[in-house]
């Protein structure tokens, strides 16, 4: 029996792939399209899944909501799509991840929710650096978000100095993660066959990648 125990989740697939040349979404890892891998880990852990891209022709077929960005005061941003998932859900919280992060550990992700409803944003953070694109965040902050964009910001990061964020640690992150893939992100070709030789050297199949021991089903 399948055991749901988290609302939504969103995908962020409106980037422009300009360095590879090919819609991201798209691409194979053992034959299996980036944007399937991910949307097949989410559903394991949520209830609804809303992808924002522009181009809702790649996600046909999928058990997805589709949204384009709703705001456009500002450059193209994560956070412009952030605001588009957060709206087009009641869910009062959703983690974030973007479509070319395949390596989803899903016990990393169920920890960090156990802080969501308390804060705007639970966001790991590994020595100086963020990670906003494998994060939660509240729907609580949408007013925020868009004053934030209005005023002519659109970095996630910067928008961190005015809400009430949770950073999870090194140690925590690597409690369950310890290798951190799941914050390693395919923007190269060089990405591309790194992300191949992370799969072949785990002997996984492409949509058992979410590095979660138990059975969820």
Known sequence: MKSKRLGGAIVLAGGESSRLGFPKPLLKLNGVPLIEIIVSQLSLLFEEITAVTDREDLFAGLPVKLT???LTGCEKSPLRGIHAGL??????????????????????????????????????????????????????SLASIESFIEGGRCKVIDYYDTIRMRPVGYSEVTRFDPEQRSFFN????????????????????????????????
């Open 68 to 70: 384009g960005d709703l």
């Open 87 to 140: 709206s087009v859900s009641g869910r009062p919280y959703q983690f974030v991840v973007a479509c070319d992060m395949p390596f989803i550990n899903l016990d990393l992700v169920r920890y960090m929710a156990a802080f969501a409803a308390d804060y705007d944003a639970v966001v790991p953070r590994t020595g100086s650096y963020y990670q906003p694109l494998h994060a939660f965040y509240n729907r609580s």
């Open 186 to 217: 395919i923007n190269t070709w060089d990405d591309y066959h790194a992300a191949q030789q992370m799969l072949s050297e785990q002997e996984q199949d492409p949509l058992k990648l979410a590095g979660h021991r138990g059975k969820e089903r």
